[in-house]
């Protein structure tokens, strides 16, 4: 499938009125403004308690464990985005208990927000991205198999909130028409 | 100031292995992944408790009143990055209490993440995107004339939260090498 080309922002300048360079139309200076990236993933038990972990079949970390997680993308709710990566990833249904953590990674522009969720059912397999998907009792977790700090800390985190709600910000009020705020 | 012309990611398709039009560079197939924005906002209070609002100079919702929001920008935190909105579109100094709430818009493709927050030192002026600044008694609230529905959400969750600790996420671990999740 090939769409037509789009001409549209490839030059990088400072636009008038603002203090960073930006990637900027030359024929109808439109600006593409770079923003932060949101990763959504979760931490997932089945029923009994043991916890969902894949691993990784592509760079970086290939073959190191991971939390479903990845990025969120366009038109998609935080909650549907951690939804669709456990899916993806695992080929598993979760259902979504509360916010567990926020972390932010300045220096590679992400912001991730990680749910505490379990299985649906207890069912899962490798999606394109996993070599093999596992559930893990907590003295089973290979930590020095972890791929990434994060899956360190939302595990950690996961484990400091057992047994206790999460606290929780507030969120969508419902029947409210959203809008942007510019 | 105009930097080197970016050939870069300018043609839209679906990418091999995806399942989604993406934008790519027809040179070299770098893809530039379009994903959805963070916002960052506060609710900011005085010392006796009125609340910062301020004037839209700009569109959309030109001459409404807003709290002070906008986009992340890349290597920020979303702490830092409320702070700065409020810095450059009320010229206040806040400390923030904590998240307040995660407001996910899909139409527009943004997470909204505001802070509850208190004035450093009792002085406000209008940035440059703001036409006015003022501190309101929650009784003087221009219901009406805000700007957008998550405006009057966040207003609504802490007026809802008064009084009482933020139910909190956890955040990024002390003395952690933080990295990407994939």
């Known amino acids: 499938m090939k769409l037509p080309i789009t001409r549209g922002p490839r030059e990088r300048r400072v636009p008038e009125g603002d203090d960073k360079p930006r990637l900027v139309c030359p024929e109808c200076s439109y600006v593409a403004y770079e923003n932060p ?23 970086p970390r290939r073959g190191f464990w991971t939390l479903p997680a990845g990025y969120l993308e366009l038109g998609e709710s935080p909650e549907h985005g951690a939804m669709r990566e ?12 509360g916010l567990l953590a926020v972390y932010s990674i300045t220096h590679i522009s992400q912001v991730q927000l990680f749910y505490r969720a379990r299985m649906v059912r207890e069912e899962c397999a490798p999606g394109i991205e996993s070599l ?27 484990d400091a909130a057992r ?5 929780q910000p507030f969120g969508n009020v419902e029947g409210g028409p959203p809008d942007p705020v510019g």
């Open 163 to 167: 047994g206790r709600a999460l606290g």
């Open 86 to 97: 456990a899916r993806e990833e695992a080929c598993a249904e979760i259902a979504l208990d």
């Open 37 to 59: 990236k949101i990763v959504v993933g979760s931490v997932v038990t089945s029923d009994d308690g043991r916890v969902l972990l894949v691993r990784r079949a592509i760079e």
């Open 132 to 158: 093999e998907v596992r559930l893990f009792a907590w003295d089973e977790i290979p930590w020095a198999e972890l791929a990434f700090p994060t899956v360190h800390w939302a595990l950690g985190h996961f």
